[in-house]
């Protein structure tokens, strides 16, 4: 079964400063997806980023980008330009790209908060 | 706004009592996902429908059970309640159920258990 391991139980950042949350997970599949989600104070889950793990370029959205190291089975994930909408829970979740197993396994989440 | 509609947004009920959850999909996606997220077990998969069958099983209690409607709604019926089942329960969907389909989540039904 595929794990995965949120070191971080709370972080914080300056308002317009960068910040890394990490991710390590453990799997024994060599194809899978890796995403990373957002739960602000509504609880509304929010896909913030997905990297595939057959790519070797790391994924970016604006300010957010992946650094995935597949060897090491790590998968952060970078915020630039911090801003107070970015507090939040975020959580790394893990996906096979099995047939048959689509469900979607999350770590503890890291809760980042953003200082003005 | 995924696009996922999930009703109602709080439930509150007793112990022994049974409830049910309704999830509407974004229009075209086949595929919903149940997870509850809980102070001690974190964020579950409880079960996949894909199309009107059942997919996947997570950890769903015997307690639990989901269908899936032709319209493509679907259901989580949760019985005898426990204290314990106290959690924010979300419904995701997806256009299929393989590939890189990513799952969009519901603004979820929190239910409290007295």
């Known amino acids: 079964a595929q794990t995965v391991t949120q070191s971080q139980p709370e972080m914080s950042v300056q308002e317009a400063e960068t910040v890394t949350l990490s991710c390590t997970y453990d799997t024994s599949e060599s194809d899978y997806y890796l995403f990373w989600y957002k739960q602000p104070p509504s609880r509304q889950m929010i896909l913030v980023i997905r990297q595939e793990a057959y790519k070797q370029q790391n994924a970016t959205e604006n300010r957010f980008s992946v650094n995935f190291q597949k060897a090491a089975k790590s998968f952060s994930l970078k915020i630039s330009d911090s801003q107070l909408g970015d507090a939040a829970m975020y959580f790394c979740a893990y996906r096979s790209a099995n047939f048959g197993n689509e469900k979607l396994t999350f770590g503890t989440g890291t809760r980042l908060t953003i200082i003005p | 706004d995924s696009g996922v509609t999930q009703t109602p947004k709080h439930l509150i009920t007793a112990t022994g009592q049974r409830v049910t959850l309704r999830c509407s999909p974004r229009s075209g996606d086949l595929s919903v996902y149940w997870y509850q997220q809980s102070l001690d077990q974190g964020l579950q998969f409880l079960i996949q429908y894909y199309n009107g069958e059942e997919r996947a099983k997570g950890n769903i209690l015997e307690r639990f059970s989901a269908q899936q409607f032709p319209d493509l709604h679907s259901e989580l019926n949760l019985s005898s309640l426990e204290l314990g089942d106290s959690a924010l329960y979300f419904c995701?969907?997806?256009?299929?159920?393989?590939?890189?389909?990513?799952?969009?989540f519901g603004p979820g039904t929190r239910l409290t258990v007295t």
């Open positions: 995701a969907s997806s256009v299929g159920a393989s590939g890189t389909n990513e799952q969009y």
